[in-house]
């Protein structure tokens, strides 16, 4: 039985929306802004009307008020109370729910050691917490009452970038062990796909598809699901031959290139457009994912401007800073040189051939 | 490099040093038309020693005193009561605010003939001039300061699991509580503002009534007196509860 249900869910905004979420799961809901992820969180919380029904373990609960569905939500601006200090954000939930100050006390400073705010419980939100500590409180405060369900709306937003990817595996790892079961609106794929075991996309009010990031990734179901992923270019796989820690040589059509490789037979390789350095001159270093070939196309989409060239008998799409394209000075026709990391190429494996192979190992294991 | 000067807190009392030794000057050298509508601020000062001394002033001190506070208290208490409701839910404040946009203008002396009329000339009118006074304004204050607090902070609030009680106890009045505590600054002089008029029109005691009876006799020292009395009680009113609204936020804000 999943852990969160949402049947047919409509509403100003919502349109028909089927979705579930299982139990520890991280279901991450992407989408770009105005999508309607947030409402979506809010008809989970009972903090806007709708239409369809939601059920928390196979139970409905539309007609339980905000108050007693037992969701934390962590809203995207953190939304500590400022009159109260660290402790007393922790214990609110708590102490609304009426329970004896001394378990309040215990659970509260269990909190604080978990998420390691301790030294902080006297401090008051706008009075020396920095935004990880304020997202760290928040979420403290979130899980303290024990929901059920565990709603975070965009929280890394206004974090710089290096301290929202701390926090983001901080985030992963406590959610893990919590298991509890969470889904996680982002409108920046790269943090769904780190973030969510599965990712459901959303776009103008529906539900366009769910799976996990490399099911959406080689498998979008149409253009909106494809854009909001970057457009990947993918191409198929000829042939692989593993290489040595973790990688492996594979073959396209008149391309070689190294990629990721967990011992299953690689059926697919994906890279973004995003993804590829793209430059005038011959990269120096070794000779590995270095492609060159012609520009074939050029298409401005401001602030970026995508680039297609021409590598082998495939053909791939970069996507560069249109500031930084323009330095290049490249035309349509010229020669470009290409870089693509191996740890950005998204690899497909072939899962009846892996289970095979697996099975194979085992056997000969075996004897 | 140059360094921002610092300011001594003793450098606001030096003009009001120089007006004063002016003030004492001009009098005594009779650059102004006599001891008659000037009298030097030392003269001031004696009478202001012997109001005290012989009790005129401390009675009708306490007489004005007594009106602002029941006056005050009780347009704040209510005002603050009514804010809440109006301020929490929309509906009594969408069934309210016209009736009280339309009474709010009016000022509070405007009332005076009215009153007179109603409750006569007795203890009651001056305090009830000082409710109207006092009502508005924090009423108007507690409306807005509950209104904008931040909605996402109700619906975590919310989601934590308190009651519309507890959200309104816990989070949206003491959140409210700087807006509250200007309304309250701002009136707290006001109703001493308010309590002179009404004394010096229609009630025969106060300072405001004592400021009458000195012009009616001629003696400008007393009114001078009442004046600076005046002065210091609003001051103090108001710097109280500048205190106060500091005191309750300056934790968090």
Not at chain 1, 68 to 89: I, S, T
Not at chain 1, 158 to 172: F, Q
Not at chain 1, 242 to 261: F, Q
């Amino acid at each position: 039985m999943p852990s969160v249900e949402l049947r047919n869910i409509n509403n100003y905004i919502c349109r028909d929306i089927t979705l579930t979420a299982q139990h520890g799961e991280l279901l991450a809901l992407m989408g770009p802004t105005g999508a309607g992820k947030t409402t979506l969180l809010n008809v989970i919380a009972g903090l806007v009307p709708y239409e369809g029904m939601v059920l928390f373990d196979g139970v409905p609960v539309d007609k339980l008020s905000p108050r007693k569905r037992r969701v934390g939500y962590l809203f995207q601006n953190f939304c500590l109370f400022p009159h109260m200090n660290v402790y007393e954000n922790v214990a609110f939930g708590l102490q609304v729910q009426g329970l004896k100050k001394a378990d309040i006390e215990l659970r509260v400073r269990e909190l604080l050691r978990l998420f390691r705010i301790e030294h902080l419980s006297e401090r008051y939100p706008n009075k020396g917490l920095s935004g990880g500590e304020k997202q760290r409180v928040a979420l403290a405060r979130a899980v303290a009452p024990w929901p059920k369900v565990l709603l975070l709306d965009e929280p890394f937003n206004s974090l710089d970038l290096r301290t929202a990817k701390y926090l983001r595996m901080e985030l992963r790892k406590l959610q893990s062990s919590l298991k509890i079961t969470t889904l996680y609106v982002t409108h920046n794929q790269r943090e769904a796909s780190e973030m969510g075991d599965r990712i459901a996309v959303i776009h103008e009010g529906s539900l366009e598809q769910t799976g996990t990031h490399s099911e959406l990734f080689f498998g979008p179901k149409n253009q909106n699901v494809s854009n909001l992923l970057g457009s990947p270019n993918i191409f198929t796989c000829k042939r692989s031959f593993p290489l040595t820690s973790g990688l492996a040589k594979v073959e396209l059509k008149g391309v070689s290139l190294v990629v990721p490789y967990d011992g299953r037979p690689i059926e697919k390789v994906a890279i973004s457009p995003w993804s590829i350095y793209i430059s005038q001159k011959k990269p120096p270093g070794p000779q590995i994912n270095r492609l060159r070939g012609p520009i074939l196309e050029i298409d401005y989409h401001s602030p970026v401007v995508k680039v297609r060239v021409g590598c082998g008998d495939e053909s791939m799409v970069v996507e560069a800073q249109e500031e930084l394209w323009d330095e290049t000075g490249l035309q349509e026709g010229d020669e470009a040189f290409l870089i693509l990391p191996p740890r950005w190429i998204k690899v497909k494996c072939n899962e009846i051939q892996g289970a095979i192979l697996c099975q194979k190992n085992t056997n000969l294991q075996r004897l | 490099m140059n360094r921002p000067k610092k300011i001594r807190p003793w450098w606001g009392i030096l003009p009001v040093a120089i007006f004063l030794a002016l003030w004492e000057g001009a009098a005594r050298l009779n650059l102004m038309p006599g001891q008659l509508f000037l009298p030097p601020f030392s003269v001031v000062m004696q009478e202001f020693y012997y109001l005290i001394a012989s009790g005129v002033l401390v009675d009708n001190f306490l007489s004005s005193l007594v009106r602002v506070v029941i006056g005050f208290c009780a347009g704040s208490i209510v005002g603050l009561i009514i804010g809440t409701f109006m301020g929490w839910k929309e509906i009594l404040n969408k069934t309210f605010n016209p009736i009280i946009s339309l009474v709010y203008p009016i000022p509070a002396l405007g009332w005076l003939p009215l009153l007179m009329l109603w409750i006569g000339v007795n203890e009651m009118l001056p305090i009830t001039i000082i409710f109207i006074c006092s009502f508005f304004p924090v009423l108007y204050n507690t409306i807005t300061g509950i209104r904008e607090v931040n909605k996402e902070l109700i619906n975590t609030a919310r989601t934590l699991g308190a009651s519309e009680r507890h959200i309104l106890i816990r989070v949206v009045l003491p959140l409210a509580l700087p807006n509250i505590f200007t309304g309250l600054q701002l009136e707290a002089g006001m109703a001493w503002r308010v309590v002179i008029a009404a004394e010096m029109v229609a009630i025969p005691t106060g300072i405001g009534a004592l400021m009458m009876r000195a012009e009616s006799l001629i003696r400008v020292d007393i009114i001078i007196v009442c004046l600076i009395v005046l002065s210091l009680m609003c001051l103090l009113f108001e710097r109280s509860f500048a205190y106060l609204g500091q005191r309750f936020t300056s934790k968090w804000k």
